[in-house]
C-alpha cells in the first residue's frame, strides 16, 4: 500500500532551537494527522487538520495543510528534552472513513 | 480512565500456531483500528471496523483476522501466523472515523519463530 514521504528521516537539534518537518504524497487527502510516538508507548495525536491552507497551533507545535493538498508540514518552537521521540504524519483520502496511511516517521533527538 | 487495552504486550510464539491479539477500549467509540510498525515503514492498518458487525480491509490485511462482535471489543487473529508477521501492533480507537484517531493502545510485540 501506500505510503507518505516524512522528511527528515531522523534530526538532531540543540534545545531551544525550532524544528521543522513535512510529509508530501502523490496524491490529494482530505485529512492531515501529525502524532508523536514515545519509546515502548502507543502514537499520541498532537495535531489534526481539515481544510487546505488551515494553520493549526497546539503549545508550541504548528501543523499546516499544503495548498496542493499533497504536503503538510510540522513545526516545534523552542525545543526541549522531552520533545524527542517519533513524528509520523497520516493522511486520509477520503472522508467519512477511518482508513489512514502513515508516513514513515521523524525521529527527533533534542541535546541539552 | 480512558483507554485503550492490548493484550498480551509481548507474545512469542511458533510458526503455524493460532493467536488472537486482543483490544478493547471504554470509551464508547464506534470507530476501531489494527495497525502494523515494523522499522523503516512506519504504521501500516491492517484492519478497521466503522461499527460492529462492520470491518473492512486496511492496506496490509493478508494473514489477519478480525471480528467486531460488540463496541468495545476488536481482536486481531492470525489463523497461522508465519515469520514475516513478526512486528509491532498497535490498536487505535476514535470517536468518528471522519475525525481524529485519538487512542491507541500501548501495542503488542509479536514474535514469530
Known amino acids: 500500500g501506500q505510503q507518505l514521504n516524512q522528511s527528515p528521516q531522523s534530526m538532531f537539534i540543540q534545545e531551544g532551537e525550532d524544528v521543522s518537518m513535512n510529509c508530501t504524497s502523490s496524491s490529494i487527502f482530505n485529512t492531515w494527522l501529525w502524532y508523536k510516538q514515545d519509546p515502548g508507548e502507543g502514537p499520541v495525536l498532537l495535531i489534526a487538520l481539515y481544510k487546505a491552507g488551515e494553520l493549526t497551533s497546539n503549545g508550541r507545535l504548528t501543523a499546516q495543510f499544503g495548498i496542493t493538498r499533497k504536503d503538510s508540514f510540522l513545526n516545534i518552537s523552542a525545543s526541549i528534552p522531552s520533545d524527542v521521540g517519533i513524528y509520523f504524519c497520516a493522511g486520509s483520502r477520503t472522508s467519512g472513513t477511518y482508513k489512514y496511511i502513515f508516513g514513515t516517521g521523524t525521529r527527533l533527538k533534542v541535546l541539552a | 480512565e480512558a483507554q485503550v487495552t492490548q493484550n498480551p504486550r509481548y507474545l512469542i510464539t511458533v510458526t503455524g500456531k493460532k493467536l488472537t491479539v486482543t483490544c478493547s477500549q471504554n470509551?464508547?467509540?464506534?470507530?476501531m483500528s489494527w495497525y502494523r510498525q515494523d522499522p523503516g515503514l512506519g504504521l501500516r492498518q491492517i484492519y478497521y471496523?466503522?461499527?460492529?458487525?462492520?470491518?473492512d480491509k486496511g492496506d496490509v490485511p493478508e494473514g489477519y483476522k478480525v471480528s467486531r462482535k460488540e463496541k468495545r471489543n476488536f481482536p486481531l487473529i492470525l489463523e497461522s501466523p508465519s515469520p514475516n508477521q513478526t512486528s509491532l501492533y498497535f490498536c487505535a480507537s476514535s470517536l468518528k472515523g471522519t475525525n481524529t484517531e485519538a487512542f491507541f493502545g500501548q501495542g503488542t510485540r509479536l514474535t514469530v519463530v
Open positions: 471496523s466503522m461499527n460492529v458487525e462492520v470491518t
Open positions: 470509551m464508547n467509540h464506534e470507530y
